[in-house]
């Protein structure tokens, strides 16, 4: 079975400084990865994703993460957060079978809580 | 479209008692999910439905729950009878089939916040 670790349950940084919300898993057949936002108070929200291709992935609001096969990992970063990026991350994996076809459900991880303070 | 939609959006009831959480999911979609998150135990998959059929009921945590899906733009989450543990966000999300629901996003609700005394 597949699992997701986020490594930090927090993360407390300033207003235009860089962030890296870190997060590994284990599985032992292909993955597709996801990073989802929740902004307080409600659902979770797609930021980006990773299903095949090119290893590093980008969203609309900065945001970018790569896929490492070799370290298993699907780190977040952002090079400058602004107050409103303050939210809880996570790092999400769905299993592909051999043909690609998912089965569908996705595992989160624990979450990371980014704070951005001024 | 509006939406996954849930309701209500919040519920506070009395330990022993029915509750019943509902959900509507984006038209067209073809795959159903309800999780339940907590501060202890995170984001957890409960059950989910492919073209109203439970495809993976795993997550559920004991016969007190149970959910259904009569349709394909309704379904359902029932706990009888609740009790204090049970207290959490439930969120319902949606998925659109091509290329499945692991490759495609999972449209999350609001959530409905549920609290037994």
């Known amino acids: 079975a597949q699992s997701v670790t986020q490594l930090d349950s927090q993360v407390p940084v300033f207003e235009e400084a860089p962030v890296e919300l870190r997060c590994n898993y284990s599985s032992s057949v292909s993955v597709y990865l996801f990073w989802y936002v929740q902004y307080p108070n409600q659902g979770l929200q797609l930021l980006l994703k990773?299903?095949?291709?090119?290893?590093l992935v980008e969203s609309i609001n900065g945001f970018e993460a790569e896929f490492n096969k070799s370290q298993t990992s699907f780190h977040l970063r952002k090079p400058s957060v602004h107050i409103s990026d303050t939210a809880e991350y996570f790092c999400a994996v769905s299993v592909s079978n051999a043909g690609g076809t998912s089965y569908g459900k996705l595992t989160f991880g624990q979450g990371t809580i980014l704070t951005v303070h001024p | 479209d509006a939406g996954v939609i849930q309701s209500p959006r919040h519920e506070v009831t009395e330990m022993g008692q029915e509750v019943t959480l509902r959900c509507k999911p984006i038209?067209?979609?073809?795959?159903l999910f309800w999780y339940r998150q907590t501060m202890m135990r995170g984001l957890e998959l409960l059950i989910y439905?492919?073209?109203?059929?439970?495809?993976?009921d795993s997550g559920m945590p004991e016969d007190r729950f149970s959910a259904k899906m009569p349709n394909a733009s309704f379904s359902t989450l029932k706990i009888q009878p609740s009790e204090p543990r049970d207290s959490a966000v439930y969120f319902c999300?949606?998925?659109?089939?091509?290329?499945?629901?692991?490759?495609?996003?999972?449209?999350f609700g609001p959530g409905t916040r549920l609290t037994v005394l």
């Open positions: 999300a949606s998925s659109p089939h091509p290329g499945g629901p692991g490759t495609d996003t999972q449209y």
């Open positions: 439905f492919n073209n109203n059929v439970p495809i993976d």
């Open positions: 990773y299903l095949s291709g090119s290893t």
């Open positions: 038209s067209g979609h073809d795959y």
